[in-house]
């Protein structure tokens, strides 16, 4: 039979001061201050809930002095006793919590974590790249500074690269162009303004051969543009077919010694297209092969609104210079010349880079299983001497717009941010084989499926030290470089920050059916619990109770 608390509350008040009344109509003081201090502790005991079965005390995750990937006693402790602890077991977390590995392990639990982002630091930077493209590190502290500095030294500690923030700054890159195919570690170094070392740590890198592309040239008038064009691939071991018309019957070819199995890019000038070429360009990019058109010889604007739905507008000669595009490179700013005819964005059509001024020299649009693309610049040839490496990594950008990417069997997939020893790594590829061996240094394991990479299979590795982890699959080969345990110590606690507020978030969410449980429901909150049970012990009310009882009756016995 179910009591309502409040009538055991209210009775055990009511018959406590009528004993004290009582007692005080007597004159007996004394025992009217006892009987008062048993109806209270009586009703005060019959009020405070119980704590639920499988209520436990929080679990103290200590990550603030240790490393989590070498823990203290007090946290392995704590990590031990996880799996053990009820399900609905409080973890209060202290510092910036474990990493994304360690989360998974552990089933969504209520968390007490305060988020404090001081002193942490966050990398990004590619870990391979082929040669020939700029490396770029960037580097995020928690709050913007002034004055301090990013530096990229090489193995043997020369500077390779600096960048300064002159005004208050949260983050600054630096930029560098590998020499050579090879793996290094480089070194990252932060230094304030007054030039201390904030922080330093290894940058792994491996610059790999480029898988050479394939490209298709059609020109109809030989230019200045097209030959630098022509030697900027060439000198990046591009496979070219070439063809640049010089005549009414005459035509100057290059053909690469074998055919283009897989072209990434025809790259053709409007007056090619224009001349006849346009029916058959259009029908490759519509099955697929992106066309990059070069717009500096455009002079049928009706022809492009009829075919492709671009509208062109004609450059007025006396504003030349003020439609001049401005492209930031590094280390220098590349003024180009507009097109004699630019077009606007509308309709299918959309403009994809633009320079420094916000100026657009790049538009876009889809043609069936393909895209076409407008380049609106010219006269690029003039930087070919003065600055050859900026002038490149332009049309490296261009091309990385513009080009399909290369055929390639096996394509790795970047490792966790920051591999640690002992701490569980994966390694995801794709085009590989489910249940395919994989080679990790010496250990051969096999490649799983995961739900969460529907393109890619994975395996994962416990790395035992520091240092490159060499990594083949079939005749694919890389490598993964594991951080030693004291690397970046305040990339290490970004990470566990992210990776904590991730872990947070999970365990926010309401669980399924929890709503629909009548004793849930009915149940004070754990905090509530836990106010009671630590402000107002029920074995003290008790004891309270029993000596006032105790006393009034040894009073009335003699």
């Known amino acids: 039979m179910n009591v309502d608390i409040n009538l055991l509350y209210g009775g055990a008040m009511l018959a406590g001061m009528a004993s004290a009344l009582l007692y005080v109509r007597r004159k007996r003081w004394v025992d009217a201050t006892l009987a008062l201090a048993a109806g209270a502790s009586l009703a005060t005991l019959l009020a405070a809930p119980t704590a639920p079965v499988g209520f436990a005390q929080p679990i103290v995750l200590a990550t603030a002095a240790t490393s989590p990937t070498v823990p203290d006693d007090r946290l392995a402790a704590a990590l031990a006793q996880l799996p053990l602890a009820p399900q609905g077991t409080m973890m209060e977390v202290q510092g910036q919590g474990l990493h994304e590995a360690q989360w998974r392990d552990i089933p969504a639990r209520p968390i007490q974590w305060q988020a404090a982002k001081e002193g942490l630091l966050w990398l990004d930077f590619p870990r391979s790249l082929p040669l020939g493209r700029s490396f770029a590190l ?8 002034t004055g301090w500095r990013l530096q990229l030294l090489a193995e043997n500690g020369q500077v390779l690269s600096e960048s300064r923030a002159a005004a208050a700054a949260e983050a600054l890159t630096v930029q560098w162009q590998p020499p050579m195919a090879e793996s290094m570690v480089l070194q990252a170094r932060l230094l304030d303004k007054d030039g201390k070392a904030l922080a330093q740590g290894p940058v792994p890198l491996r610059v ?3 898988v050479p592309l394939q490209v298709q040239g059609r020109f109809g008038a030989p230019s200045f543009d097209t030959r630098v064009l022509n030697q900027l691939l060439t000198d990046s071991n591009a496979s070219l077919d070439w063809q640049t018309t010089l005549g009414k019957s005459l035509t100057r070819s290059e053909q690469a010694p074998a055919p283009l199995a ?8 409007a007056g090619w297209l224009e001349r006849g070429g346009m029916r058959g360009a259009l029908a490759q990019a519509a099955q697929g092969m992106p066309l990059l058109v070069l717009g500096g010889s455009a002079d049928d604007a009706a022809l492009w609104q009829r075919d492709l739905g671009l509208k062109l507008a004609p450059q007025s000669a006396t504003t030349e210079q003020e439609d001049t595009r401005h492209l930031a490179l590094a280390g220098a700013t590349l003024a180009f010349a507009p ?17 420094k001024d916000g100026k657009a020299w790049l538009w876009q649009r889809d043609w069936q299983k393909g895209r076409i693309l407008w380049l609106g610049v010219r006269d ?3 930087h070919a001497i003065s600055e050859p490496a900026a002038l490149g990594q332009w049309w490296q950008q261009v091309v990385d717009l513009a080009a399909l990417g290369s055929e390639q069997k096996v394509r790795w997939l970047e490792a966790d941010p920051m591999p640690l020893p002992g701490l569980r790594t994966e390694l995801c590829a794709q085009g590989v084989r489910t249940g395919g061996s994989v080679t990790v240094s010496q250990q051969e394991l096999h490649w799983q499926a995961r739900s969460e990479r529907a393109d890619a299979a994975c395996v994962a590795l416990w790395p035992r030290a520091a240092g490159w982890l060499p990594v083949r699959s079939g005749d694919a080969a890389s490598a993964v470089y594991v951080y030693g345990a004291q690397d970046w110590p305040e990339w290490q606690a ?10 947070a978030s999970r365990s926010s969410q309401p669980v399924a059916g929890a709503a629909l449980d009548p004793a849930a429901r009915a149940m004070p909150r754990a905090g509530e619990q836990q106010l009671w049970a630590t402000a107002v012990p029920r074995w003290l009310l008790g004891i309270a109770f029993a000596v006032s009882v105790l006393l009034l009756w040894w009073r009335e016995r003699r």
């Open 138 to 145: 960037t580097v995020r502290r928690h709050a913007p500074q």
């Open 208 to 210: 790999l051969d480029p």
């Open 262 to 269: 897989h072209p990434n890019l025809l790259v053709a000038d």
């Open 339 to 355: 097109a004699a005819q630019m077009p606007t964005a509308s309709g299918a059509w959309q403009a994809i880079a633009r320079d």
């Open 380 to 382: 690029w040839h003039r």
């Open 494 to 503: 970004a990470l566990r920050h992210d990776a904590t507020a991730r872990y």
